[in-house]
């Protein structure tokens, strides 16, 4: 099973500032199959980015993915205040699929 | 609209069983794959389960095999978790989500507002 490593766990930033999250994966990941989450509290889970860098239908382009091979990174180019929430990575290999636990991105 | 509506979560004995639906509405339920994932109080997001858009395969994450039973009713539009046997580390709330993609990448697209599942004696 393919582990993901999510860091920081806890981000703190004010409004404005750029955010980077790291997302390390045991083994090598197919970019097809990586993506990353954004959930509130009290919320499901909302798609912000598929495919390592695509972003998924009206999620603003400050969000932005890139990587490859076992090292992924989401970068929020501007936090705005209903960015602050938490953020997962995921992928899918051999009909197995795993989330990173989570980084969380809090107001400073 | 589209949609994902899950139920039949509450509070369950352990050692006990509990049926969770997921009604999808809005798209052709049939032509996709169907998961369900878990994320107990305070915790991460865990995937449990997987079935294929027609049933043929199924696949669980190691900690529910042989306990937990996903299916699904494409005449109702409807993905089904049958848990038994459950343990108070089950205590989560359960989500269905439709995985999709593009004929290169594949994700997550569509989530419902899930169903809580509280294992205690």
């Known amino acids: 099973e393919i582990v993901l490593t999510q860091s920081p766990g806890t981000l703190s930033l004010s409004p404005g500032e750029r955010a980077t999250l790291s997302c390390r994966a045991s083994?090598?990941?197919?970019?097809?199959?990586l993506a990353w989450y954004q959930q509130k509290p009290g919320q499901a889970p909302r798609l912000l980015i598929y495919g390592v860098s695509n972003r998924a239908t009206g999620i603003p382009d400050r969000f932005s993915g890139s990587g490859s091979g076992t090292d992924f990174t989401l970068t929020i180019s501007g936090l705005e205040p209903e960015d602050f929430a938490v953020y997962y990575c995921q992928q899918s290999v051999g009909s197995r699929w795993t989330f990173g636990q989570g980084t969380k991105v809090e107001i400073k | 609209q589209v949609q994902l509506v899950e139920s039949g979560g509450g509070v369950v004995q352990p050692g006990r069983s509990l049926r969770l639906s997921c009604a999808a509405s809005?798209?052709?339920?049939?032509?996709?794959?169907m998961h369900w994932v878990r994320q107990a109080p305070g915790k991460g997001l865990e995937w449990v389960a997987v079935i294929w858009y027609d049933g043929s395969n199924e696949y669980y994450v190691d900690s529910v095999k042989g306990r937990f039973n996903i299916s699904r009713d494409n005449s109702k539009n409807t993905l089904y978790l049958q848990m038994n046997n459950v343990r108070a580390d089950d205590t989560a709330v359960y989500y269905c989500?439709?995985?999709?993609?593009?004929?290169?990448?594949?994700?997550?697209?569509?989530w419902g507002r899930g169903t809580l599942v509280t294992v205690s004696s």
């Open positions: 809005g798209f052709t339920f049939s032509y996709y794959g």
């Open positions: 083994q090598s990941v197919s970019s097809s199959y």
């Open positions: 989500t439709r995985w999709t993609g593009d004929e290169i990448n594949w994700y997550f697209d569509l």
